[in-house]
């Protein structure tokens, strides 16, 4: 078993391409709000030096795959935060943990919709999916 996938040395979980690609279909996507340049799916996106957490995503339809680790919480308070504002969409990719703050505090009867995804997603070049299972949430 892979002990890198259980631990916080790895938080940076590549979107599978074919699973973006059927989001991207239904959405549209004009920014990746969270990404590296190698992974981006977007035109438009930011990477950590560019820090999407402190520029806004005002009129667009964001995507956003977050880190897994400790930061995810604020992630998920900025998705909903943007979705508040005009003419913004946020679709976000996070491990389906039900039983966190956040959860609670910026998902729970506050996404528009929430997908939880069958079986296990197999993020970037991994022989192995993932420890944990995801979810959509759509704002």
């Given at each position: 078993?892979?002990k ?30 969270c ?15 560019m ?89």
């Amino acid at each position: 078993m892979n002990k890198v996938l259980f631990s916080s040395q790895n938080n940076d979980w590549s979107t599978p391409q074919a699973f973006f690609d059927k989001l991207n279909e239904e959405f549209h996507f004009t920014l990746d709000a969270c990404a590296l340049p190698e992974n981006a799916k977007c035109k438009l996106y930011f990477t950590p030096e560019m820090d999407g957490l402190s520029r806004s995503w005002s009129d667009h339809t964001a995507f956003v795959n977050p880190p897994y680790g400790k930061q995810i919480a604020a992630w998920v308070e900025k998705c909903y935060h943007e979705s508040c504002k005009e003419n913004t969409k946020v679709v976000l990719l996070i491990p389906a943990r039900t039983d966190t703050v956040y959860f609670h505090r910026f998902i729970y009867k506050k996404a528009e919709e929430i997908r939880f995804i069958k079986g296990r997603l197999k993020f970037g070049n991994a022989k192995n999916s993932a420890p944990f299972p995801s979810m959509v949430v759509i704002y």
